[in-house]
C-alpha cells in the first residue's frame, strides 16, 4: 500500500486495509516526505512492524562506474532467461516464493519488447545465473526506476552488483534517460551507490503484517 490519508480517514482505511489483507502478508510503504507522523504509531496499532529501511537515490546514467568486466550480462528476452531472473531474486533476497506459468508469460512479454519499459538483466558467472536486477522506464520524466538489483549469497564481493547496475545504467542512456533512481536498503545496497556516487534523498520503509491465524 502506497497512500495519503488525513487525520479523519487513517484509521478507517488501515483497518479496511487489514481485513482485505487478512490472509496474506500486508505491506505498506511509509515514505517520510509525506510528513505523515501519525501513520506509523497508526500501523504499529493495527499489528503492523517496520521492516526494510530504505534511501532513496539518484543519478545521471552517464555517471562514469566500474564493475566486473568479465562477467556475462544478458537482457532478459526468453523464458529460461526470465526463471533464471527469478531464481536469483528469491536467493539473493531470502524468499521462497514463486509464479505460476501465466504470470511468467505475462513478465516475459513486458520484457521481450525492447522498446518497452520493464527490462531486467541477468548475470553468468560459468553459465550459472548470479546477479541480477531489472528497471522500468518513464519516457516522459527521461527517467529510470531500478529495482531487484542482487546478488547470491556465494557470488557476493566480486563486482557483481556494479557490473549489473552499470549495464542497466548504460541501456538507460541508450533509451534517452537523464536521471535514474532507486530506493536502496540501507543494510545493502545503500551504502554501495553512495560510494559510487548517487545523491541520497528521503527515506522510505516497508511495515508488515502476517496473515491472521486461520480460526476453526
Given at each position: 500500500m502506497r497512500t495519503r490519508l488525513d487525520d479523519n480517514h487513517r484509521e478507517a482505511a488501515i483497518e479496511e486495509v487489514r481485513?482485505?489483507?487478512s490472509n496474506v502478508t500486508s505491506e505498506w510503504l511509509v515514505h517520510d516526505?509525506?510528513?505523515?507522523?501519525?501513520?506509523?504509531l497508526a500501523l504499529t496499532r493495527h499489528g503492523y512492524r517496520p521492516l526494510v529501511e530504505h534511501r532513496a537515490y539518484v543519478a545521471s546514467p552517464d555517471l562514469a562506474l566500474t564493475g566486473n568486466d568479465r562477467v556475462d550480462i544478458r537482457r532478459v528476452d526468453t523464458l529460461e532467461a526470465l526463471r533464471h531472473s527469478e531464481t536469483v531474486f528469491r536467493c539473493a533476497f531470502g524468499l521462497d516464493?514463486?509464479?505460476?506459468?501465466?504470470?511468467?508469460?505475462?513478465?516475459?512479454?513486458?520484457?521481450?519488447d525492447p522498446a518497452g519499459r520493464v527490462h531486467r538483466f541477468v548475470a553468468y558467472e560459468s553459465g550459472e545465473p548470479v546477479s541480477g536486477g531489472a528497471m522500468t522506464l518513464f519516457p516522459s520524466l527521461a527517467f529510470a526506476m531500478l529495482w531487484r538489483g542482487g546478488t547470491v549469497p556465494h557470488a557476493?564481493?566480486?563486482?557483481?552488483?556494479?557490473?549489473?547496475?552499470?549495464?542497466?545504467?548504460?541501456?538507460?542512456?541508450s533509451r534517452g534517460t537523464t536521471l535514474v533512481?532507486?530506493?536502496?536498503?540501507?543494510?545493502?545496497?545503500?551504502?554501495?551507490?553512495?560510494r559510487l556516487g548517487f545523491e541520497g534523498h528521503g527515506r522510505m520503509?516497508?511495515?508488515?503484517?502476517?496473515?491472521?491465524?486461520?480460526?476453526?
Open positions: 481485513e482485505a489483507h516526505w509525506l510528513g505523515d507522523h501519525e501513520l506509523p516464493q514463486t509464479i505460476d506459468e501465466q504470470h511468467e508469460r505475462q513478465r516475459l512479454a513486458d520484457c521481450q557476493r564481493g566480486r563486482g557483481l552488483y556494479r557490473a549489473v547496475l552499470k549495464e542497466r545504467m548504460r541501456f538507460a542512456s533512481g532507486l530506493y536502496a536498503k540501507l543494510a545493502t545496497s545503500a551504502p554501495i551507490v553512495a520503509t516497508f511495515w508488515d503484517r502476517a496473515p491472521e491465524p486461520t480460526q476453526s
